[in-house]
């Protein structure tokens, strides 16, 4: 594989973790919703977070991204066999279309994490037709 090629893999499957975990914790931290209660004099407004609103099953769509991100980057990176580009090629296809499923809620989010996944595909299948010799 050539260097450029490698340095764009890992530098892509990097980003996929780092946004992957970000989704996570942006889960448990970042208020996305306004909840009200009560009424009368003793209205009150807060906000709530994902998990915080919709419980601990939401962490299965949120977790989602990074178990995909580490299966695909180790096909990519501890295997150079066809099989191994196919599944991540496949892996990231999945990961696509959970995306369109969930696009008016959290696939938005999901975005980075598959553009990243596909960046890190395409190098590898393009440093897998490279003659041997070739450092390009």
Sequence with gaps: MSRTARLFQLLSL???VLWSVGLIIGGYTVPVY???????????????????????????????PLAITVVVGTLLM?????????????????LAFVNL?????IGIFI????????????????SSTQPVGDTV
Excluded: F, K, Q, Y
Aim: glycine fraction near 12%.
């Design 78 to 94: 501890l295997s150079r066999r066809p099989w191994a580009l196919i599944s991540a090629g496949s892996l990231t296809a999945v």
């Design 34 to 64: 306004d909840v009200s209660g009560g009424h009368g004099r003793h209205h009150t407004v807060g906000h709530a977070t994902l998990v915080g609103e919709n419980g601990n099953g939401v962490l299965i769509a949120l977790a989602l």
């Design 14 to 16: 990097c980003g996929a």
């Design 111 to 126: 975005v980075p994490v598959t553009a990243a996944l596909v960046i890190a595909c395409v190098c590898a299948l393009v």
């Design 101 to 105: 499923l969930a696009m008016l809620t």
